[in-house]
């Protein structure tokens, strides 16, 4: 199905966890469906794009574009000082780039906050915390 939803949008949104099984999972043959003036969209991870067959792509104009919020080399750039990818995707006229910024809208950070302080006052009380997500494959929870 995948090389299919290729083909037939107009844009593509990434937007699944990276787990070895969505790793490269968007690479050369996938985006070699897409459209020529397709767009494709990455919100998720930046691995899960074959980072190397994008940029081959976007250079070529083989697809009609990109918008990037996230990058391959995860945080670990911003400590370094380094740039976020093997690739200088902000050279290419048919990319919009962002920091992994794109959900930080003032509704998504209150939301967060309001959460957050739930739970505050739910540890206080000794209540069950809200929004709790096991994560079996980690064994760990997330809130």
């Given at each position: 199905?995948?090389?299919?939803?290729?083909?037939?949008?107009?844009?593509?949104?990434?937007?699944?966890?990276?787990?070895?099984?969505?790793?490269?999972?968007?690479?050369?043959?996938?985006?070699?469906?897409?459209?020529?003036?397709?767009?494709?969209?990455?919100?998720?991870?930046?691995p899960i794009v074959d980072e190397a067959a994008l940029f081959q792509a976007l250079s070529d104009k083989k697809i009609g574009g990109a918008v990037l919020d996230v990058w391959w080399n995860d945080f670990s750039w911003f400590q370094s000082g380094s740039w976020p990818s093997a690739y200088n995707f902000s050279t290419l006229d048919n990319v919009v780039i962002t920091p992994h910024a794109s959900?930080?809208?003032?509704?998504?950070?209150?939301?967060?906050?309001?959460?957050?302080?739930?739970?505050?006052?739910?540890?206080?009380?000794?209540?069950?915390?809200?929004?709790?997500?096991r994560n079996a494959s980690f064994g760990v929870a997330f809130i």
């Amino acid at each position: 199905k995948l090389p299919q939803l290729m083909a037939e949008s107009d844009f593509v949104v990434i937007a699944v966890p990276l787990v070895p099984a969505t790793k490269g999972l968007i690479g050369a043959t996938a985006l070699s469906k897409m459209k020529p003036d397709g767009v494709l969209i990455n919100i998720a991870r930046g691995p899960i794009v074959d980072e190397a067959a994008l940029f081959q792509a976007l250079s070529d104009k083989k697809i009609g574009g990109a918008v990037l919020d996230v990058w391959w080399n995860d945080f670990s750039w911003f400590q370094s000082g380094s740039w976020p990818s093997a690739y200088n995707f902000s050279t290419l006229d048919n990319v919009v780039i962002t920091p992994h910024a794109s959900a930080n809208t003032y509704e998504s950070v209150k939301e967060t906050m309001d959460q957050t302080a739930a739970n505050f006052r739910a540890l206080l009380g000794g209540q069950p915390f809200q929004n709790v997500i096991r994560n079996a494959s980690f064994g760990v929870a997330f809130i």
